[in-house]
């Protein structure tokens, strides 16, 4: 049975979980918490960094910013996305503000951005707003099924 290695978004503490139980709601052995809540998690860029590298599903990033317009218009689109692709995917929310060098090393000059990663390297990157439909169809071509 493949195992998955997924980073607690409560603790960090990384956990192995066999694919096939991804979806009976996996709990972090460390704090006993949820792997998954069915809400994008906020992180920072030291979080960010250890999800991408670590967990063994996409991870789909928003990266926002609370003064911007189209990012407060999306906050509710990408939490009901958040809802819809979990356990096939890690939802994420970035603040701009705060994440100085992701923005510079991955060329992000507008907000919102999403940025998708697979197997620990960016697949795909767009920026402006989307509905969750729209995020959704952007996102799987990357999902397992």
Do not use: S, Y
């Given at each position: 049975m493949t195992a998955l290695t997924l980073v607690c978004p409560a603790c960090g503490t990384l956990?192995?979980?066999?694919?096939?139980?991804?979806a009976d709601g996996p709990i972090c052995g460390a704090c006993r918490k949820k792997l998954?809540?069915?809400?994008?998690?906020?992180?920072?860029?030291?979080?960010?960094?250890?999800?991408?590298?670590?967990?063994?599903?996409?991870?789909?990033?928003d990266v926002w910013?609370?003064?911007?317009?189209?990012?407060?218009?999306?906050?509710?689109?990408f939490a009901q996305t958040a809802a819809l692709l979990?356990?096939?995917?890690?939802?994420?929310?970035?603040?701009?503000?705060?994440?100085p060098e992701t923005m510079a090393r991955y060329g992000i000059r507008s907000i919102p951005t999403l940025m998708l990663f697979s197997g620990g390297k960016l697949a795909?990157?767009?920026a402006g707003a989307m509905a969750a439909a729209q995020i959704v169809q952007?996102?799987?071509?990357?999902?397992s099924p």
């Open positions: 956990n192995r979980v066999p694919a096939a139980k991804l998954f809540t069915g809400q994008p998690q906020a992180v920072d860029e030291a979080g960010l960094a250890r999800h991408v590298a670590h967990d063994g599903i996409p991870v789909l990033v910013a609370n003064w911007c317009g189209p990012c407060r218009a999306m906050a509710p689109q979990e356990p096939r995917a890690r939802l994420l929310k970035l603040d701009a503000d705060t994440a795909a990157q767009q952007w996102t799987r071509p990357f999902l």
